[in-house]
């Protein structure tokens, strides 16, 4: 059983800043893949970023490709989404889920999901 609780949304200008910050329960959190999705009202749940428990594989959306950076510290059970240079279409619900198994960038690959931060960029 793994518990997921994300933090660090809020409101930001374009070209800013943000960093999102999942804390994970759980004794097996450094064996799992960590991803991280989005959601808009009116749209599926959309990948963003994803990482193996090595930290080695990273794997990012095209459309967040050298300005989202996804990384792990399993000491502290925690994984981030570190969001720079925002535009407004990164405006979204995010969410943190975690994997028991293969590494996968879509939401069928996960089994455990936060309840969610918004993140809203102001134009």
């Known amino acids: 059983q793994v518990q997921l609780v994300e933090s660090g949304g809020g409101l930001v200008q374009a070209g800013g800043s943000l960093r999102l910050s999942c804390v994970a329960s759980?004794?097996?959190?450094?064996?799992?893949?960590m991803g991280w999705f989005r959601q808009t009202p009116g749209k599926e749940r959309e990948f963003v970023a994803c990482?193996?428990?090595?930290?080695?594989?990273?794997y990012y959306a095209d459309s967040v490709k050298g300005r989202f950076t996804i990384s792990r510290d399993n000491a502290k059970n925690t994984v981030y989404l570190q969001m720079n240079s925002l535009k407004p279409e990164d405006t979204a619900v995010y969410y943190c889920?975690?994997?028991?198994?293969?590494?996968?960038?879509?939401?069928?690959?996960?089994?455990?999901w936060g309840q969610g931060t918004q993140v809203t960029v102001a134009s």
């Open positions: 990482i193996s428990w090595s930290t080695s594989n990273t």
């Open positions: 759980g004794r097996t959190f450094s064996t799992y893949t």
């Open positions: 889920a975690a994997s028991s198994w293969v590494v996968s960038t879509t939401p069928q690959g996960y089994n455990y």
